[in-house]
């Protein structure tokens, strides 16, 4: 099992990102795909989440400014970030979850929100 996140970058405050998730090595469509980050000194926060029927969910956190989206195709997860903030810098990761798959993450990408 492998996943790969790109599409960190340092973005100027009020701007947009789009985040990619490369999967590999497990059945992409059963899965629950995850978004989470981690700003310094702080605990893991857990975002949002597409479950395998396409159904969304978000922490309030982001509500209105996030969105999640699968490709089952390319077996890629994606989170389309706007009105980005400074306080939205965070090393993002993304998880694959399934109940027999188990738990997976992904190494991680850099956000950083600056002027």
């Known amino acids: 099992v492998q996943l790969v996140e790109s599409g960190g970058a340092l973005v100027q405050p009020r701007g947009s990102l789009t985040l990619s998730c490369v999967a590999s090595?497990?059945?992409?469509?059963?899965?629950?795909l995850v978004w989470a980050r981690q700003a310094p000194e702080k605990e893991l926060e857990w975002i949002s989440t597409?479950?395998?029927?396409?159904?969304?969910d978000y922490a309030d956190s982001v509500k209105g400014r996030f969105t999640i989206s699968r490709d089952n195709a390319k077996n890629t997860v994606y989170l389309q970030m706007n009105s980005l903030n400074p306080e939205d810098t965070a090393v993002y990761y993304c998880?694959?979850?399934?109940?027999?798959?188990?738990?997976?993450w992904g190494q991680g990408t850099q956000v950083t929100v600056s002027s």
């Open positions: 998880k694959a979850s399934g109940r027999v798959l188990g738990d997976y």
């Open positions: 597409i479950y395998a029927d396409g159904r969304p």
């Open positions: 090595g497990f059945t992409f469509t059963t899965a629950a």
